[in-house]
């Protein structure tokens, strides 16, 4: 690949035309992306109670980033950019992230409460590694937060937390969106992919169905 084919001028915009991950699953090629190290130079907790434990780096779903990484997001704030985030996480340490159950209802006050911990403490680590927005995060897949009813994908959610940060702009500033879905991540049926249910998100219920997405 030749270097001045990597990235490409449209209407203004840098468009990336190429990208390669330096792993095989998703969390630590997202580590990598946003930290520009190797994902075997996590330090949060679970990677390195694994390495200690297994005498060598095992790279999976353990390689989290930390509010210490020195990261894209936090240069970019640093150099003047408005940095957010949207979509699925499932790279950024959160302390005292509370597991919800399958059988949980999300209707039940303990668990709509557990669930709002859920997403401040989320959005209080994003921010800590250099975002000054979060919105519409699934913090794992969505079959991995717990509530069966919630265990879908919603993709109008995700986008209309991307296109809220956008419209936050001035035409003349500088941002950096991060806009990650969960697809083509699990579940995969149509009643919880295509025809998932539109106000279930990672936090709960919305009371209005967002309409972001194109028709």
Same mark, same amino acid.
């Given at each position: 690949?030749?270097?001045?084919?990597?990235?490409?001028?449209?209407?203004?915009?840098?468009?990336?035309?190429?990208?390669?991950?330096?792993?095989?699953?998703?969390?630590?090629?997202?580590?990598?992306?946003?930290?520009?190290?190797?994902?075997?130079?996590?330090?949060?907790?679970?990677?390195?109670?694994?390495?200690?434990?297994?005498?060598?780096?095992?790279?999976?779903?353990?390689?989290?980033?930390?509010?210490?990484?020195?990261?894209?997001?936090?240069?970019?704030?640093?150099?003047?950019?408005?940095?957010?985030?949207?979509?699925?996480?499932?790279?950024?340490?959160?302390?005292?992230?509370?597991?919800?159950?399958?059988?949980?209802?999300?209707?039940? =006050?303990?668990?709509?409460? +557990?669930?709002? !911990?859920?997403? @401040?403490?989320?959005?209080? #680590?994003?921010? *800590?590694?250099?975002?000054?927005?979060?919105?519409?995060?699934?913090?794992?897949?969505?079959?991995?937060?717990?509530?069966?009813?919630?265990?879908?994908?919603?993709?109008?959610?995700?986008?209309?937390?991307?296109?809220?940060?956008?419209?936050?702009?001035?035409?003349?500033?500088?941002?950096?969106?991060?806009?990650?879905?969960?697809? =083509?991540?699990?579940?995969? +049926?149509?009643? !919880?992919?295509? @025809?998932?249910?539109?106000? #279930?998100?990672? *936090?709960?219920?919305?009371?209005?169905?967002?309409?972001?997405?194109?028709?």
């Amino acid at each position: 690949m030749s270097r001045r084919n990597f990235a490409k001028s449209i209407g203004g915009l840098a468009a990336f035309m190429n990208q390669y991950v330096s792993a095989p699953v998703c969390t630590p090629s997202r580590f990598s992306c946003l930290t520009d190290k190797y994902s075997s130079r996590s330090n949060a907790p679970n990677f390195l109670k694994d390495t200690k434990r297994h005498g060598q780096s095992v790279v999976q779903w353990n390689s989290e980033i930390m509010g210490s990484d020195v990261t894209l997001p936090g240069l970019l704030k640093d150099g003047g950019h408005k940095t957010g985030f949207a979509g699925k996480s499932h790279v950024v340490h959160v302390e005292e992230w509370e597991q919800l159950e399958y059988a949980d209802d999300p209707r039940d =006050p303990e668990i709509a409460a +557990t669930l709002i !911990r859920n997403k @401040n403490r989320v959005q209080t #680590a994003i921010k *800590d590694i250099g975002f000054e927005y979060a919105e519409s995060i699934y913090h794992r897949n969505p079959e991995r937060i717990g509530c069966e009813e919630l265990s879908v994908h919603n993709m109008d959610w995700i986008t209309k937390g991307g296109v809220d940060f956008i419209e936050q702009q001035s035409k003349d500033d500088p941002f950096f969106l991060y806009f990650a879905t969960t697809l =083509p991540h699990w579940p995969d +049926t149509p009643e !919880r992919s295509w @025809n998932g249910n539109p106000l #279930a998100t990672a *936090d709960g219920f919305l009371t209005e169905a967002p309409n972001a997405q194109p028709a």
